[in-house]
């Protein structure tokens, strides 16, 4: 089992930056699949980016390529969310999530995922 705990959101204005960290529990972080989604009000929990175990493979949203970047550290058991020009439409809630993971490619389906964090809020103003 692991543990999950982002930290990194808050208020910034259009055009800014922010970092989001998920901080792991556990010795086998290395062995998770890793994600970030964001929910805002009304609307379904999404995929924004998601991360193989070794970091060989990641995947964006359309929405947020060339914006955002996901990286790991396994020895930190941690992984990153990058997010640079924000716009007010990138305003939600955050999540990790971590999936148990045999293979080498990235899990993009939100079912998949065993185990989610509290969440972040990220607020863009406009």
């Known amino acids: 089992q692991v543990q999950l705990v982002e930290s990194g959101g808050g208020l910034v204005q259009a055009g800014g930056s922010l970092r989001l960290s998920c901080a792991a529990s556990?010795?086998?972080?290395?062995?998770?699949?890793m994600g970030w989604f964001r929910q805002a009000p009304g609307k379904e929990r999404e995929l924004v980016a998601g991360?193989?175990?070794?970091?060989?493979?990641?995947v964006y949203a359309d929405s947020v390529k060339g914006r955002f970047t996901i990286s790991r550290d396994n020895a930190k058991n941690t992984v990153y969310l990058q997010m640079n020009s924000l716009k007010p439409e990138d305003t939600a809630v955050y999540y990790c999530?971590?999936?148990?993971?045999?293979?080498?490619?990235?899990?993009?389906?939100?079912?998949?995922?065993?185990?989610w964090g509290q969440g972040t809020q990220v607020t863009v103003s406009s």
């Open positions: 999530a971590a999936d148990w993971s045999l293979g080498q490619g990235v899990v993009t389906m939100r079912e998949e995922y065993d185990y």
């Open positions: 556990g010795r086998t972080f290395s062995r998770y699949a």
């Open positions: 991360i193989s175990r070794t970091s060989g493979s990641t």
